[in-house]
């Protein structure tokens, strides 16, 4: 146990944001933390979520049209725990020089980095137009996260332009900083169902076409796709299956149905569209597939 550690401003800022365990919690310890700084703070919830958004030196009589506004994106929700924590997810603990935490890499300690570079920057926080973006629904469906503060920021013509925007995502590969991306692939969600028929798995002669089996063939079409190729910032185009679920509650008995889901993330060179009619062209052959969504 290392505990007695002194940390550095980033590290501290790390471990308390950790000990945040709602975006709640977390926005209302940075508001007066941000606004310490001379930040303007607002926190926002849109359908339950709570998001925090902060500007300095934004203001339509210091923005000249000459200076560049940088932009930080990041997010203070985290996954769930899950399972088979050494010490509490939420404690930010110091292990062994490891500070443990849920969402210590993705993404509380890439806030905890770029607020505590500001805190030390005098000259980028003194003259610099800057606009912080924390949302509280980065791992969900995001609804109420940047999309609806962006939205409501235009209804008062405030939603500023950007020149640069940083985003505080864990991109490293093998050290510390020795990877940062230009830019975030497309993400696609798929969730399906296959509907067919249940029958007992020892009665040959009812030829039940099982939907579990379908669902392994469809997927793999899909999986094996060869898509167009993209280029080296974003790498090729990549499906991953997130869910399967075809459990027919018995050890003999055909499942009616099968449940999947997967996700697609892809680069500049494929669009969403593409990608959707290549795999509702691939359905079209499997007759038991129904979409949820
Ligand atoms: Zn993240």
Same mark, same amino acid.
């Given at each position: ?183 975030? &692939? @497309?993400?696609? #969600? +798929? !969730? *399906? ?9 020892? /009665? ?54 099968? &449940? @999947?889901?997967? #996700? +697609? !993330? *892809? ?9 959707? /009619? ?16």
């Amino acid at each position: 146990m290392t505990n007695s550690l002194r940390l550095t401003p980033a590290q501290s800022l790390t471990q308390t944001l950790l000990q945040k365990k709602t975006p709640e919690e977390t926005a209302l310890f940075l508001k007066p933390w941000l606004d310490s700084l001379g930040f303007e703070t607002q926190i926002l919830t849109f359908q339950n979520v709570t998001n925090v958004y902060a500007t300095k030196n934004l203001s339509p009589s210091t923005q000249r049209p000459s200076q560049k506004v940088l932009g930080f994106l990041g997010h203070s929700d985290v996954v769930p725990a899950g399972e088979g924590w050494s010490a509490d997810p939420f404690s930010g603990a110091l292990q062994d020089g490891f500070l443990l935490g849920r969402g210590a890499v993705d993404m509380k300690g890439g806030l905890a980095c770029f607020f505590a570079a500001l805190a030390e920057n005098k000259a980028v926080l003194d003259n610099f137009p800057l606009a912080l973006f924390i949302s509280g629904d980065e791992e969900g469906t995001a609804e109420g996260g940047i999309p609806a503060v962006l939205q409501e920021l235009e209804k008062t013509s405030s939603r500023p332009t950007f020149d640069f925007i940083l985003i505080g995502e864990p991109t490293s590969r093998l050290t510390l900083g020795d990877y940062v991306k230009m830019g975030c &692939r @497309g993400s696609l #969600n +798929i !969730r *399906f169902c296959l509907t067919g028929t249940s029958g007992h798995v020892a /009665a040959l002669g009812q030829k039940i076409e099982n939907v579990a089996t379908i669902m392994i063939h469809f997927l793999h079409e899909l999986a094996s796709f060869a898509w167009p190729p993209e280029d080296e910032i974003f790498g090729p185009t990549n499906l991953e299956i997130t869910t399967l679920d075809a459990d027919s509650h018995a050890t003999n008995v055909i499942p009616a149905q099968a &449940r @999947g889901g997967f #996700n +697609i !993330r *892809f680069g500049t060179k494929t669009s969403a569209e593409q990608i959707l /009619a290549k795999i509702e062209s691939v359905a079209a052959s499997y007759p038991h597939v129904s979409w949820f969504f």
